[in-house]
């Protein structure tokens, strides 16, 4: 049995394992990098120390530090947790069971969907939620983004260094990215920003070969194109924790207070799926929270 684990493998986790090795506290990370939404951003340019890197080149560093603390992680993703007493027991996707006297949940976020048809249907044939992961399968394609924050941006000026144009769509005029990101998308020949419309379905025969506007765009509804990426948001990737009565507020995120803590004693939450740092949603801020949490557990098992 652990006294700790961290569910989760992205900034706030690896910064929660890497202080519970100071604090000498047996522990586990169970996630896996790859699912870490830092792991798929393309470019990291807030990052105290790094002026630009890559989310994933970050990311490993975060995880070398933590092994090298001697943290363990466990590339497996937690499928139910229950509490038994004091004690959580947690069953993961490769049918283990760990049991641990206290939790910090990490998970982050998960994509948010469209809802159009067709978007199903050719995921993984042009449909992607992953522009880090998949730009590379569109050299000299025509592809689309649809989102108007940072990662909307970010994902443009990526695709862009592989494909021949890139359509950013945004719902309306008003962009949610920072300025300079945005400034970089204007300023790029490859990029052509059509603001004020939706996209209403995916269309192709067995890949994706054009999408449905909501209104005429340079005399027609329909757009050809070879890929469609979707960056429209995330939602807090806290479900599972329904079943323990947990607080979980209208957005989804899990309800922490100033410690880090839940309204269940031992469970804990850090990084984008909780309800801290005011919303806002960074690297920094993640692994902040996931710092606090590991504080707050220590001082939690001392108790004990």
């Known amino acids: 049995?652990?006294?700790?684990?961290?569910?989760?493998?992205?900034?706030?986790?690896?910064?929660?394992?890497?202080?519970?090795?100071?604090?000498?506290?047996?522990?586990?990370?169970?996630?896996?990098?790859?699912?870490?939404?830092?792991?798929?951003?393309?470019?990291?340019?807030?990052?105290?120390?790094?002026?630009?890197?890559?989310?994933?080149?970050?990311?490993?560093?975060?995880?070398?530090?933590?092994?090298?603390?001697?943290?363990?992680?466990?590339?497996?993703?937690?499928?139910?947790?229950?509490?038994?007493?004091d004690?959580?027991?947690?069953?993961?996707?490769?049918?283990?069971?760990?049991?641990?006297?206290?939790?910090?949940?990490?998970?982050?976020?998960?994509?948010?969907?469209?809802?159009?048809?067709?978007?199903?249907?050719?995921?993984?044939?042009?449909?992607?939620?992953?522009?880090?992961?998949?730009?590379?399968?569109?050299?000299?394609?025509?592809?689309?983004?649809?989102?108007?924050?940072?990662?909307?941006?970010?994902?443009?000026?990526?695709?862009?260094?592989?494909?021949?144009?890139?359509?950013?769509?945004?719902?309306?005029?008003n962009f949610r990215a920072e300025p300079v990101m945005l400034e970089r998308a204007k300023a790029n020949s490859k990029i052509t920003i059509i603001a004020g419309f939706n996209i209403e379905e995916v269309k192709g025969d067995k890949r994706v070969e054009k999408i449905l506007l909501d209104k005429e765009y340079e005399g027609s509804k329909e757009l050809p194109l070879d890929g469609l990426f979707v960056e429209i948001g995330m939602i807090p990737n806290g479900v599972l924790l329904k079943d323990l009565g947990v607080d979980i507020d209208a957005l989804g995120h899990i309800v922490v207070d100033a410690a880090g803590a839940t309204d269940v004693a031992g469970l804990y939450a850090a990084g984008d799926v909780s309800s801290g740092s005011n919303g806002i949603r960074q690297v920094l801020s993640a692994s902040s929270e996931g710092m606090i949490g590991t504080s707050s557990v220590y001082n939690f098992l001392k108790i004990k």
Not at 52 to 57: C, K, N, R, T, Y
Not at 113 to 123: N, V
Not at 142 to 149: R, Y
Request: hydrophobic share 40%; with cysteine; charged share 25%.
């Open 87 to 173: 004690i959580f027991k947690i069953k993961t996707s490769q049918d283990k069971t760990l049991e641990s006297r206290a939790v910090i949940i990490c998970s982050g976020t998960k994509e948010r969907r469209l809802g159009i048809p067709g978007e199903e249907e050719f995921l993984g044939r042009g449909v992607s939620y992953c522009a880090i992961c998949d730009a590379a399968f569109f050299k000299n394609k025509t592809v689309a983004v649809a989102g108007g924050g940072n990662s909307a941006v970010m994902a443009a000026l990526m695709l862009s260094e592989h494909a021949d144009k890139v359509y950013l769509i945004h719902r309306n005029d």
């Open 1 to 85: 049995m652990y006294d700790l684990i961290i569910v989760g493998a992205g900034p706030a986790g690896l910064t929660a394992s890497i202080y519970a090795s100071r604090y000498k506290i047996n522990h586990l990370v169970l996630g896996d990098m790859c699912g870490s939404a830092l792991g798929k951003a393309h470019l990291i340019e807030n990052w105290p120390g790094e002026k630009s890197i890559g989310g994933f080149d970050l990311l490993n560093k975060f995880s070398e530090q933590a092994k090298g603390l001697g943290g363990e992680i466990l590339a497996e993703n937690m499928v139910a947790i229950e509490k038994e007493g």
